[in-house]
């Protein structure tokens, strides 16, 4: 822009992955369009970076060693967004945002969630007025900080030992608890929701709890509420629950309004959250069950089935009244209701139903691996060509390609008719 004329701000614009490469010329367009509007008051002025997961199968590193450096010289960064299935998650999320956010003290996560006016939502009496909130979350400590390390690997593949350790500071907690308390003052509604998880973690969480009081002390014109991160353990299921800000406004909205709170989303583990009943919706028809526990052990359908969690459908055939016979050996349970000797049925088999056992004759073939906090859960194939899913503890750290022995634990059947 010209002597005299409106401030122009750099933009480092970093497109990234996956639909970063496609969202970021639209807000590219957008962003002008502004500038357009503005009178001459401001502009912008783009460099495009091609740091990224592709970058990294290219050159090895996920952005120039001097990237921050160059980075500094710019009023803001436009990203995109980070990560690629032929470059694992902890690479790309650390070589590239992580090393930005902790390069730059980036400490403050902020997410808005609005409806906006003309998108309709399956909320009753949902307006842009009542669906307006803000999430905010620690960026640089915690998990973020990225303590640990991983040691004594020369025990063996299965006896290494790892450490992540979650870092809270005073400071930390204080700077991101009033960030969020100075935000709701300049909101509509002034409301705080702080969620932790100090029944469990009693050194950081309490930290943080106690800092948050000491705070929200010094804001009495901000309403506060204080919730719990839960998990509970049914039967042998585990349901792990996020009792968040936007979940609990919904509910104040729907109860505000006299009505019974109802919940739609897809996401099973916020129905066994919030729900003091669970229905599942096929077909124009509501299936509905009293508990979580229930729900898992007595779904009405494959769709059910494949709502409340991971797992495979193994064929089979019904030998008797009581029992199954299936490519990985005779499943002792009921058949489905009008099936008789020799009905083809699909045998459903969640990740928990196999366990790993070296002693086994019965093997599958690690295609494929994911952790799940303390487990591992594997995919194997079977002799047959067949798969299933096998949760793991993660000290039992096996290679794909490589051949397992697994057993039956499964203690309740669930199958149903073949189409």
Not at 11 to 33: T, Y
Request: some cysteine.
């Amino acid at each position: 822009m010209g002597a005299g004329e409106g401030r122009e701000y750099r933009i480092a614009v970093i497109p990234g992955d996956g639909i970063g490469v496609e969202v970021i010329p639209e807000g590219l367009r957008a962003l002008d369009r502004l500038a357009a509007t503005s009178g001459g008051r401001f502009g912008f002025v783009y460099e495009s970076f091609p740091w990224g997961s592709h970058y990294y199968m290219e050159t090895g590193r996920m952005m120039d060693p001097d990237g921050l450096e160059r980075l500094k010289a710019f009023d803001a960064i436009y990203f995109g967004a980070v990560g690629w299935p032929a470059v694992p998650d902890h690479i790309s999320l650390w070589g590239l945002r992580l090393a930005i956010c902790q390069g730059f003290d980036q400490y403050a996560c902020v997410r808005p969630v609005r409806l906006l006016p003309g998108v309709p939502s399956p909320l009753r009496d949902a307006t842009p007025e009542r669906i307006d909130w803000v999430v905010v979350r620690e960026n640089s400590e915690g998990e973020y900080a990225g303590i640990g390390g991983r040691n004594l690997g020369s025990r063996g593949p299965d006896r290494e030992v790892a450490l992540q350790t979650a870092l809270f500071t005073a400071q930390g907690c204080e700077r991101i608890i009033r960030y969020a308390f100075e935000l709701a003052r300049t909101r509509k509604r002034r409301k705080v929701t702080s969620v932790t998880k100090s029944n469990a973690q009693q050194y950081a969480m309490t930290l943080w709890d106690e800092t948050f009081e000491r705070v929200r002390k010094e804001y009495p014109d901000v309403e506060t509420v204080v919730t719990t991160v839960f998990s509970e353990e049914q039967g042998r299921t585990r349901i792990t629950a996020t009792v968040s800000y936007p979940s609990t406004e919904v509910r104040d909205i729907l109860k505000a309004q006299g009505m019974t709170a109802i919940v739609v989303t897809h996401d099973q583990h916020e129905a066994f959250a919030m729900a003091d009943e669970i229905g599942v919706m096929r077909d124009g028809r509501i299936q509905q069950w009293d508990s979580a526990y229930n729900l898992y052990h007595t779904p009405a359908n494959r769709f059910v089935a494949d709502f409340v969690g991971e797992g495979v459908f193994l064929p089979g055939t019904v030998l008797n009244s009581h029992q199954v016979e299936t490519e990985i050996g005779i499943l002792d349970g009921p058949a489905p209701a009008g099936c008789t000797r020799g009905s083809r049925v699909e045998v459903l088999l969640r990740p928990d139903d196999i366990s790993h056992d070296d002693a086994s004759p019965l093997l599958g073939q690690v295609c494929k691996k994911a952790f799940r906090g303390a487990d591992i859960l594997y995919t194997l194939r079977l002799e047959n060509g067949g798969s299933v899913l096998s949760l793991v503890p993660s000290h039992h750290n096996h290679a794909i390609g490589e051949r397992i022995g697994i057993r039956l634990t499964i203690d309740h059947v669930i199958s149903f008719p073949r189409d």
